[in-house]
C-alpha cells in the first residue's frame, strides 16, 4: 500500500467548526432497537480527530496490503506526526525514499502488511527508514460497498 498525494500534504492546521448532531442512544449494529430522539449535543470532528494540528495531515491511501485493518483504496488517512510511533502501530514511513502504510514491527525490525498476500519488508541496517507519522484514524465510504451481496 502506498500513499497518494503525500506532497503536497493536505495540513490540519486551519480549523475550523462544525457542530454536527449527536445523539444520546448509539445504533445497533446487532438487532434494531427503539428509536431514541434525545441529543447529546454536538460534535464537532476536529475536536474528535485531530489531537494535534500543527502536527496532522491527511492522504488518501492506494493498494491493498492493509485491507485486513479496513484501510482500502480511496481512504482518507489522518496522520499525526507528534504521537510517538510504538510497536503495533499503523505508520506512514519512507523506506529508501518510497512511502508506505505498514505496522510497526519494532521487536523484528520489519513492516508488516495487513493482508496475507503480501510479505513484511525487513529493515536491514543499511536501509534508510524515516516515520513520517502515525496513523490515527481512516475514514473509509461505505456507501454502496453491501452490493451484490447475498443474505
Known sequence: MK?????PAISARVRTTVLLPLYLSRVAAG???????YLDGGLD?????IAHPAATYFARA????????????GDLLIIDRAVQAVDGDVVVVAIDGELTIKLLD?????????????????ISPESQVDIEG??????????GVGKGVTL
Open 62 to 73: 492506494e493498494g491493498d496490503s492493509m485491507i485486513d485493518l479496513g484501510i482500502f483504496t
Open 31 to 37: 438487532f434494531p432497537s427503539p428509536a431514541d430522539d
Open 45 to 49: 470532528l476536529n475536536e474528535h480527530l
Open 134 to 143: 502515525v496513523v490515527i484514524h481512516a475514514v473509509h465510504h461505505v456507501k
Open 3 to 7: 500513499l497518494v498525494s503525500l506532497s
Open 106 to 122: 519494532l521487536a523484528h525490525s520489519r513492516l508488516l502488511p495487513a493482508n496475507k498476500l503480501y510479505r513484511p519488508i525487513e
